[in-house]
Nanobody
Framework: QVQPVESGGGLVQPGGSLRLSCTAP????????MGWYRQAPGKQRELVAS???????DYADSVKGRFTISRDSAKNMVYLQMSSLKPEDTAVYHC?????????????????WGQGTQVIVSS
């Protein structure tokens, strides 16, 4: 496996919750910071949450207090628990390596993107 595989997206009403899952390539997972990115239609990709190899999370201001990132090293999995969802959270969500920490609005492209998972927040 070279690319991450994301799942868990769907349609949810504003204020609702979703949990996204990502299976990351074993070759990179254990030694790198992983993150969740999102790209809304017509907008650039942004980094919204990251977690270091030792489990230290960090968040963009736009999701702080609403999203929680976690990882299971034994399973090479990364998760994103999203709550209090807003229409502006609508996007395709991807997980991938994070090359430059805290580069929320202009993240460097780590390549090898998976298909992503679509999140739609709408009433």
């Amino acid at each position: 496996q070279v690319q991450p595989v994301e799942s868990g997206g769907g349609l949810v009403q504003p204020g609702g919750s979703l949990r996204l899952s990502c299976t990351a390539p074993r070759t990179i997972f254990r030694i790198t910071t992983m993150g969740w990115y999102r790209q809304a239609p017509g907008k650039q990709r942004e980094l919204v949450a990251s977690i270091t190899s030792i489990g230290i999370p960090d968040y963009a201001d736009s999701v702080k207090g609403r999203f929680t990132i976690s990882r299971d090293s034994a399973k090479n999995m990364v998760y994103l628990q999203m709550s209090s969802l807003k229409p502006e959270d609508t996007a395709v969500y991807h997980c991938n390596r994070v090359l430059l920490p805290r580069s929320w609005q202009h993240p460097e492209d780590p390549g090898f993107w998976g298909q992503g998972t679509q999140v739609i927040v709408s009433s």
